[in-house]
């Protein structure tokens, strides 16, 4: 019989709650601030992070997990009976953490697990939602391999959008395709940015917050078409008012229940390569 367990990383954005119920192991990505290294959202907090980077003299960055964590989450779930472990992460175009997941696979191959790690080519709430489908595979009866299979349904079948509002943390990571013109620009715009193929890549500008929300807006309409959709999502960077704000358009605009929209926040892990006041929608369709 099998016993399948899941495995993802803190970009993922989820509540705790939401963690704690879907049973999910978080491997955490690390923050750097200069030569002092954290967890994110462990030893501190997001709404610390914000606080710490508002004052900070230079720019933070990131690391991923290295395969040592991520193996002891494997043997630790292993431990608890796990026959087969699903582990997605953040997109390995713009990240090490699914290289980390792999060489965590090499070092406890042989243990008593079958271990998938799965490039979700995304992030955050977006990667949720491909995680969320397929514990649902699971708790339907199904096995790993029908869990894998709902993960490239939701992959083919969803996207996310945002704008950035702090250019120059684009311009520090230098992560995101198409950057330059919106850092260049001789007046202040708002890069929006869709992950594609696994890159995150500039797609359009606007000049205000207004404009950002209709252009993420839109361009989801765009992306949806004529399908339901099944699963929505606000991610933001610390500015949860405008998140509300923009549920409650997308709510209206797509005819789907406010109180099921997912609302989170990028975290410290994402917000070092776009940071704060970042705003947009993930969606997931039929």
């Not at 879907?22 to 462990?42: C, H, K, Q, R, T």
């Not at 043997?75 to 953040?90: K, P």
Request: hydrophobic fraction near 45%; charged fraction near 20%.
């Amino acid at each position: 019989m099998q016993i399948v367990r899941f495995v993802s990383d803190s970009t993922i954005n989820l509540p705790d709650r939401l963690i704690a119920a879907w049973g999910i192991a978080i491997a955490p990505i690390y923050v750097l601030f200069g030569e002092e290294s954290m967890i994110d959202n462990g030893e501190q907090s997001v709404a610390e992070f914000y606080r710490r980077l508002a004052d900070a003299e230079g720019l933070p960055t990131s690391s991923q997990p290295t395969p040592s964590d991520v193996a002891e989450i494997y043997r630790r779930l292993m431990a608890e009976g796990a026959t087969d472990i699903i582990s997605i992460h953040v997109t390995a175009r713009s990240s090490g953490t699914c290289n980390s997941a792999e060489l965590a696979k090499k070092m406890v191959e042989g243990e008593g697990a079958n271990i998938h790690v799965v490039d979700s080519e995304s992030t955050s709430l977006h990667m949720a939602f491909m995680l969320r489908e397929a514990i649902d595979a699971v708790e339907a009866g199904g096995s790993a391999e029908d869990a894998l299979a709902a993960i490239e349904r939701v992959k083919a079948h969803s996207a996310m959008f945002f704008t950035v509002t702090q250019v120059e943390h684009l311009e520090r990571s230098g992560r995101t395709h198409g950057a330059e013109q919106s850092i260049q620009a001789a007046v202040k715009v708002q890069p929006v940015i869709a992950i594609d193929e696994g890159v995150p890549k500039v797609v359009d500008q606007v000049r205000t917050r207004r404009g950002g929300f209709t252009r993420v807006i839109g361009l989801m309409q765009e992306a949806v078409g004529d399908h339901t959709i099944r699963r929505l999502g606000v991610v933001h960077g610390n500015v949860l008012p405008s998140a509300l704000e923009l549920a409650d358009m997308a709510a209206e605009t797509f005819d789907f229940p406010r109180d099921d929209i997912l609302i989170g926040d990028f975290g410290p892990g994402l917000t070092v390569h776009f940071g704060p006041g970042l705003l947009g929608v993930t969606a997931r369709w039929e």
